[in-house]
């Protein structure tokens, strides 16, 4: 009876133990992702980083089969919102965070406190590539060129504005970037988001806007806006008709938007494989780089390992610009 009694606790704590290590975390963690992926943008839906949110959203499922990829869109504080949602959030991988050096090294180099820390609060899935900038301006602005816009802005000191999706963003940067290349005093209107900021400058609100080429050329091409430059080094091939800055008095003037995703830093080393090779593998494809072409990203995969080198590089790039262009926080 004894044998018997011991033999029959040995298989029921056998058991038990099996049950737990189905139902344990690890080995949850063998099936990831097992419930949805939310990938928060930290701007309002519609604009540069929304679309480009949504396509990579789609894209990702296909790489992980039975997966959900979702967007949620957290504005605020020039993208600090979002970042922090997802600084905060459990590292599980089920929460990403989509958006560019407005969020890494211009926030940073812009602002002393922050919810969040660059390299400390999260760890790189992947950079998918760069958006090029555009001053653009309302149709019925009159000036037509960088050249005649520099003249009446000289002539008129403190009359114009320019809207930017958000202070701290890199179209904040572009503009104090050219007011400080041009000598000018033109004033900054911060939107919380691209199509805000775009249905103001379509709308007569604002005269000028330095946005993404994503939300510029569609409406350039409707004829609601006027494109006057772009702040890339070389002229976009979504708008080759339109000069740099450079090409329009302003030489070496160079600035884009890189396009990276980031978890929470922490991930169980599962979660976080996974998430890097679906990206990677999900660039590689010609539907998506198609999709991304199209919607204005210049296509440029890099591993997570080239984020921290990037952000280490950039950030005291950006710290000495807000020092040399005045730029602070309207």
């Not at 114009?160 to 970037?177: D, K, R």
Request: no cysteine; net charge positive.
């Amino acid at each position: 009876m004894t044998i018997a009694f011991t033999t029959r606790r040995s298989l029921i704590a056998t058991a038990l133990l099996g049950a737990a290590a189905v139902t344990s975390p690890l080995a949850a963690l063998a099936t990831f992702p097992s419930k949805p992926i939310t990938i928060v943008v930290p701007y309002p839906p519609g604009g540069a980083a929304d679309t480009l949110g949504r396509i990579v959203a789609r894209h990702l499922q296909l790489q992980m089969p039975g997966s959900t990829v979702l967007v949620d869109n957290k504005a605020g504080a020039g993208t600090a919102v979002g970042a922090q949602a997802v600084a905060q959030a459990a590292p599980d991988g089920y929460t990403l965070l989509t958006s560019s050096n407005t969020t890494w090294t211009m926030n940073p180099a812009l602002k002393s406190k922050l919810p969040y820390d660059t390299l400390k609060s999260f760890e790189a899935i992947g950079t998918i590539g760069s958006i090029p900038l555009m001053l653009v301006a309302h149709p019925g602005a009159p000036f037509n060129s960088v050249k005649e816009l520099v003249a009446l802005a000289k002539a008129q000191p403190g009359k114009l504005n320019y809207a930017s999706f958000g202070a701290g963003t890199s179209a904040h940067f572009a503009g104090e970037m050219f007011k400080s290349a041009a000598g000018l005093d033109i004033v900054h209107v911060p939107y919380k988001g691209s199509a805000p900021a775009m249905q103001d400058l379509i709308g007569g609100q604002v005269p000028l806007s330095f946005d993404t080429n994503v939300a510029s050329v569609p409406q350039m091409k409707a004829g609601k806006i006027k494109a006057l430059a772009v702040t890339t080094s070389q002229r976009i091939s979504s708008a080759p008709d339109v000069p740099t800055l450079a090409e329009s008095g302003l030489p070496g003037f160079e600035l884009s938007a890189w396009v990276s995703f980031v978890a929470p830093r922490g991930l169980p080393e599962n979660a976080r494989q996974t998430l890097v090779k679906a990206l990677a593998e999900a660039v590689k494809t010609p539907a998506l780089q198609a999709d991304l072409a199209k919607a204005g990203l210049e296509v440029g995969y890099e591993p997570p390992a080239a984020f921290e080198a990037r952000v280490n590089r950039e950030l005291p790039a950006m710290r000495a610009l807000v020092q040399k262009a005045g730029i602070t926080v309207d």
